[in-house]
C-alpha cells in the first residue's frame, strides 16, 4: 500500500520536475514547480516527517512559489519558440550520458553500503514531530538557524535597496 | 459488520456528513448574508421565494446554472478552466481536520463510539493554514488567464493581501500553542475544558477556560486576519464591485462563478470553526451550564455548541460587512505589516514569558 502511494507521488513529482523544463511559457513552468513541491511533501509524510511536510506546503508551495508567479506573470513575457539547431544533438547525448552516471553512481552507493539496504539506520522515537524538530532547531543547529535568519535578512535589505526608486 | 469495513463506512458517512453541510452552508450562508444585511439596513432580504426566502439559494443556483457559459476568446484556457477548482478545493480541505464533535454512538445504534472529526493529524494547525495558502493559487491564476487589466490588478492585489494576512494569523495562533503544547486540534479543543483558574471572580458565573479569555488579543488578531483573508468587509478591495468591475473573476459566469462565490461563503465558514475551535472551545459547551443544570448527557461536548458559536462568528463576519466602509489598499497593507504583525509578536512575546515563565 505504501509503495503504491510513494509509486504514485514520485511519478507526479518526477513528471512534473520534468514539465517545468519543457513549457513554453514560464508562468506554467512555475505551476508544475508548485506540483512538483507538492509531490515532495507528500514523500516525506511517507518518511514520517509530518512537520516538514506541513512546512513545505505552508512555505514552499503555498508562499514562494506563489511570489514566483507574482513575477512571472507581471513581467508577462512572450511564449518560447521551439526550434532544433544542429548543435542540440550533441547536448541532448551529453545530457543522456550524464543522467547514466549519475544512475549508475547512486545505484553503487546504495549497494555498497555496508550491510545493504539492512544497513540503514531506523529512524528513532519522535523522528520528525515538531517537538523534535523544535528541539534540534534550538539546541543542536541553533548557530544554523540564526544564520539563515540574517540571510535572510540580508536578501530582503538588498532586495529594497535594489528596487529603491532614485528620485 | 466486520470491523474494517465497518470502520470504512464510518469514515465515509463522517466525509459525507461534512462534505454536505458545507455545501448547504454556501448556499444558506448567502440567504443568511443578504437577510441579516437587510436587516441591518431596515428594509426585507428575500422575501417572495418560499418562505421568508428560504428558497432563494435554490432560486439563485438555478439561475447560475442555466447562465451561458462564457469562455472569452483571449483567455489562457487551460489556467482559466482550472482556477475555480483551484480556488474550491483548499476550502473544503480545511475541514478534514476540525473536531465538530465530541465521540458519539449515534444514539446507541454503533457498538463503538466515533469521534466527531474526519482526522486527527499530529499537525493539524499547520495542515490547516498550508491548505488555506494554496486557495491564493486559484486567485492569482484567475487574474492572470483572464487576460484583462482588472482581473490581473484585482487578482494581485487580493493574494498579495491574503499572503500578508497570513503571517499575522499564524503568529496569533502561536499564542495559543505556547498554551497548549500541541499542534492536534484535539488537543487544543481539550486544553479548553473546565474553567479559568486564573481570572478573577468577577461576576457570579465563573469563565470558562476558553482562549478567548486567555488570548483576547491573539483572538482579536485571528479574526481580523480571517476577514482579511476571506476578501470579506472591510477588506473586500480585491472584488469591490464599484471599483475593479468584479476584480478577478469578472470574465467568469455561470458555474466557474459560482465556484469562486461558494469558495469564498467556505473560507468564511472554514476560518469561523477555526476560530470557534482555537479560542471559543469549539465542541465544548460552556461548562457554567452544568452548574446550573446539573451533570447532563445534553451538556456532552456536541456538534451543536460547535454550530452554534460557527454561527455566532458568522453573524459577527456579515454585521462588519453591513457596517464598516472598505479600506484603501495602502490602508490594508499598513495595517497588516505595520500594525497587526508587531501586536502578534507582542502577544506571542507575553505569552511566553507569562506562560513558560510562570
Known amino acids: 500500500m505504501e509503495l503504491l502511494i510513494f509509486a504514485g507521488l514520485a511519478l507526479v513529482a518526477a513528471v512534473s520536475g520534468l514539465l517545468v523544463v519543457v513549457q513554453r511559457h514560464a508562468a506554467y513552468s512555475a505551476l508544475y514547480l508548485s506540483l512538483t513541491m507538492g509531490a515532495l511533501a507528500g514523500l516525506y509524510i511517507l518518511l514520517g516527517a509530518h512537520f516538514v511536510w506541513a512546512v513545505q ?29 544542429p548543435h542540440d544533438r550533441l547536448r541532448i547525448w551529453v545530457a543522456v550520458g550524464l543522467a547514466a552516471i549519475l544512475v549508475g553512481e547512486l545505484a553503487l552507493a546504495l549497494g555498497l553500503r555496508p550491510g545493504g539496504e539492512a544497513g540503514l539506520a531506523p529512524t528513532p522515537e519522535g523522528f520528525g514531530t515538531t517537538l523534535t524538530v523544535g528541539r534540534l532547531l534550538f539546541t543542536e543547529f541553533l548557530f544554523p538557524f540564526e544564520v539563515t535568519s540574517v540571510i535572510l535578512l540580508v536578501a530582503i535589505v538588498g532586495a529594497m535597496v535594489l528596487a529603491k526608486r532614485h528620485d | 459488520m466486520p470491523a474494517p469495513l465497518e470502520a470504512i463506512v464510518v469514515m465515509l458517512v463522517k466525509i459525507g456528513v461534512v462534505f454536505a453541510t458545507l455545501l448547504f452552508v454556501a448556499a444558506y450562508l448567502v440567504w443568511l448574508e443578504r437577510k441579516v444585511i437587510a436587516d441591518i439596513q431596515v428594509r426585507w432580504g428575500p422575501t417572495r421565494v418560499g418562505p421568508f426566502g428560504l428558497l432563494q439559494p435554490l432560486a439563485d443556483g438555478i439561475k ?11 483567455v489562457e484556457r487551460a489556467l482559466f478552466l482550472v482556477a475555480p477548482a483551484i480556488s474550491i478545493i483548499p476550502a473544503f480541505l480545511a475541514f ?34 498550508g491548505v488555506t495558502s494554496l486557495g491564493v493559487y486559484g486567485i492569482v491564476l484567475a487574474g492572470w488567464s483572464s487576460n484583462n487589466k482588472y482581473s490581473l490588478l484585482g487578482g494581485l492585489r487580493a493574494s498579495a493581501q491574503m499572503i500578508s494576512y497570513e503571517l499575522s494569523m499564524s503568529l496569533s495562533v ?34 470558562p477556560n476558553w482562549f478567548v479569555f486567555s488570548q483576547p488579543l491573539a483572538f482579536g488578531i485571528f479574526f481580523l486576519c480571517a476577514l482579511a483573508e476571506t476578501n470579506r468587509a472591510p477588506f473586500d478591495l480585491p472584488e469591490a464591485e464599484t471599483e475593479l468591475v468584479a ?5 467568469y459566469s455561470s458555474m466557474k462563478f459560482a465556484m469562486f462565490f461558494m469558495a469564498e461563503y467556505i473560507n468564511m465558514a472554514t476560518a469561523s470553526a477555526m476560530a470557534a475551535t482555537l479560542f471559543l472551545g469549539g465542541p465544548l459547551p460552556p461548562p457554567y451550564l452544568t452548574l446550573l443544570f446539573g451533570e447532563s448527557a445534553l451538556l456532552a461536548p456536541s456538534p451543536v455548541w460547535f454550530v452554534g458559536k460557527v ?48
Open chain 2, 96 to 129: 478534514a481536520v476540525v473536531p465538530f464533535g465530541g465521540t458519539t454512538t449515534l444514539f446507541g445504534l454503533l457498538d463503538t463510539p466515533v469521534p466527531l472529526h474526519l482526522a486527527d493529524i499530529d499537525v493539524g494547525v499547520l495542515y490547516v493554514f
Open chain 2, 174 to 207: 502561536v499564542g495559543v500553542l505556547l498554551l497548549v503544547g500541541s499542534l492536534r486540534l484535539t488537543r487544543i479543543v481539550e486544553a479548553q475544558e473546565g474553567y479559568a483558574w486564573w481570572f478573577p471572580q468577577l461576576l457570579p458565573i465563573p469563565v
Open chain 2, 247 to 251: 476584480g478577478f473573476h469578472s470574465e
Open chain 1, 57 to 85: 506546503v505552508l512555505v514552499y508551495a503555498g508562499a514562494i512559489m506563489v511570489l514566483f508567479l507574482f513575477v512571472i506573470l507581471l513581467l508577462n513575457l512572450p511564449r518560447e519558440e521551439v526550434r532544433w539547431a
Open chain 2, 311 to 358: 454561527l455566532l462568528l458568522l453573524f459577527v463576519f456579515i454585521w462588519l460587512r453591513a457596517s464598516l466602509p472598505r479600506f484603501r489598499y495602502d490602508q490594508l497593507m499598513t495595517f497588516g505589516w505595520k500594525r497587526l504583525l508587531p501586536l502578534a509578536f507582542a502577544n506571542t512575546i507575553l505569552t511566553a514569558l507569562l506562560a513558560v515563565g510562570g
Open chain 2, 64 to 74: 447560475l446554472f442555466f447562465k451561458e457559459d462564457l469562455i472569452p476568446g483571449h
